[in-house]
């Protein structure tokens, strides 16, 4: 994409998002997460939701990318058991400890990048602990 990743320009010192143009990014996202997980009779659930794979357009419009660990549920199913692991901060405890994948644990990444996109903190920042 033609502005990189959320995460390249949140953390640039030569860029500054202001509160409306993180707001309409977040929208996107929340926009992206809602089609993966209601718009077909597949729930897709993406699985490392992180600024990374948050893929910003000429018009500043965000995409979610990068599906390689993306889990389907079966019609019917509300989680699913995996041994693939996410990145660290932004992967749901239910999902580290006990490999249980469900679009909750979407949600939760898409709390954790909410919080990082309005504080510039990344969830592993000293100021956390």
Same mark, same amino acid.
């Given at each position: 994409? +033609? ?5 390249? !320009? !949140?953390? =640039?010192?030569?860029?500054?998002? *202001?509160?409306?143009?993180?707001? @309409? ?5 929340? +926009? %992206? ?11 897709? #659930?993406?699985? @490392? ?5 948050? !893929?910003?357009?000429? @018009? ?5 990318? *990068?599906?390689? #660990? %993306?889990? !389907? ?12 692991? %996410?990145? #660290?901060?932004?992967? %749901?405890?239910?999902?580290? =400890?006990?490999?249980?994948? +469900? $679009?909750?644990?979407? $949600?939760? =990444? ?20």
């Amino acid at each position: 994409m +033609s502005n990189g990743n959320l995460e390249n !320009l !949140l953390h =640039s010192k030569n860029h500054f998002f *202001d509160i409306i143009q993180r707001v @309409d990014i977040m929208i996107d996202v929340a +926009s %992206a997460i809602e089609h993966l997980h209601n718009g077909h009779p597949t729930p897709i #659930i993406h699985c @490392d939701l992180k600024p990374n794979n948050i !893929l910003l357009d000429e @018009d500043m419009v965000a995409h979610v990318g *990068d599906f390689g #660990i %993306a889990k !389907l549920l079966r019609e019917g199913d509300l989680m699913k058991h995996t041994m693939t692991l %996410a990145t #660290i901060g932004y992967m %749901a405890p239910e999902f580290g =400890s006990a490999g249980i994948v +469900s $679009v909750k644990c979407d $949600v939760y =990444s898409y709390g954790i990048v909410l919080i990082e996109t309005f504080t510039k903190k990344k969830p592993t920042d000293n100021f956390f602990c």
